[in-house]
């Protein structure tokens, strides 16, 4: 069971007393940047063709002891060598500690660690960083289908505050909604121009690939003064980004199998490739009606498969087996 699941299963039977007190067991290594509370569990058979990757990698708690190198691609691969994040710095705080999920290649690790600092002189107060990979990358147990080669961060839209958020509040408490109730623009009561600030920030930075946002957000990136709009080629809209801004980086020196995503389109995105993502279907889409088949109930759902090893990088069987 992951730290993840066995918080879950403790909100369940505990009062929000002892969850404090629990989640700062499981989190009281973090200081220095991971999380190992308890010994896991042996991995299964990884050549079991039908057992999901993810309960493999989901299973490591500690980075390979190897050469740091991304490895596959961003929704397909695993990390070497990872690095941790320390859970706290002087401009920025990890969120969601029980997760593990505080790993990176070493590039984006120091990355974030200067966006941070740069933040700060542009009126951000600092970052709440959210889920980067998990200690050998790879598929996780749940949420993203991306964040596999440490290569990926999610960003709170949620500015630091001045004080150490206590360890229940980072599992609890919720980033910023800054999306408007019409799905149409950004919420003018909460979107700031330092929203925007560290955002083209990230975008800025030759090493960053991609930055994903809410289609809201990137039409308010576009209202821009800037006379060198090419930063706004990398800030992608995308759906399920209405509370935070998800880095990409581009694959890192060293990392031979890393595999890159096609090149950006060319132009500032903000034309009628924009206007597409504010029509009535995508922002209310309606439900598809279900087809009528009278056989139906004598079907059995196929269920959906998970990537399993055969699927990822061969070298990934190295990184998820080394000590």
């Not at 709170?156 to 109730?181: C, G, H, I, N, Q």
């Not at 096609?262 to 504010?278: H, I, M, T, Y």
């Amino acid at each position: 069971m992951t730290a993840s699941s066995m918080l879950s299963l403790w909100r369940i039977v505990l009062p929000g007393m002892a969850i404090a007190a629990i989640a700062t067991s499981v989190a009281s290594a973090q200081d220095k940047g991971s999380v190992n509370p308890k010994p896991l569990p042996p991995l299964a058979n990884p050549d079991d063709p039908k057992l999901p990757a993810k309960e493999l990698f989901g299973r490591r708690a500690t980075a390979a002891p190897l050469q740091a190198r991304s490895i596959g691609f961003y929704a397909k691969g695993c990390l070497a060598g990872a690095t941790a994040m320390p859970i706290n710095g002087k401009t920025w705080q990890v969120m969601r500690l029980s997760r593990n999920r505080n790993w990176g290649h070493p590039d984006l690790i120091a990355f974030l660690e200067e966006l941070s600092k740069k933040g700060t002189r542009l009126g951000w107060p600092g970052l709440l960083v959210g889920d980067i990979s998990q200690a050998r990358g790879g598929p996780m147990l749940t949420g993203h289908a991306s964040h596999q080669v440490g290569l990926d961060a999610d960003i709170w839209l949620t500015p630091m505050p001045r004080r150490e958020l206590t360890r229940l509040e980072r599992e609890e408490m919720s980033a910023t909604m800054v999306v408007a109730k019409s799905r149409k623009d950004v919420d003018p009561q909460i979107w700031t121009p330092a929203h925007a600030a560290i955002i083209q920030a990230a975008a800025e930075d030759p090493k960053v690939e991609r930055i994903f946002v809410n289609a809201a957000i990137k039409k308010a990136l576009c209202r821009s003064n800037d006379t060198d709009r090419n930063w706004l080629r990398k800030v992608r809209p995308m759906w399920g980004h209405d509370y935070h801004f998800h880095i990409r980086m581009s694959c890192p020196a060293g990392s031979p199998d890393c595999r890159p995503q096609d090149a950006v389109p060319p132009g500032d995105g903000c034309g009628k490739e924009l206007d597409w993502w504010f029509r009535d279907a995508v922002i209310k889409p309606q439900p598809k009606p279900k087809p009528v088949d009278p056989e139906a109930k004598d079907k059995p759902k196929p269920k959906p498969r998970g990537i399993t090893m055969a699927d990822l990088p061969p070298a990934c069987r190295q990184v998820l087996l080394a000590p």
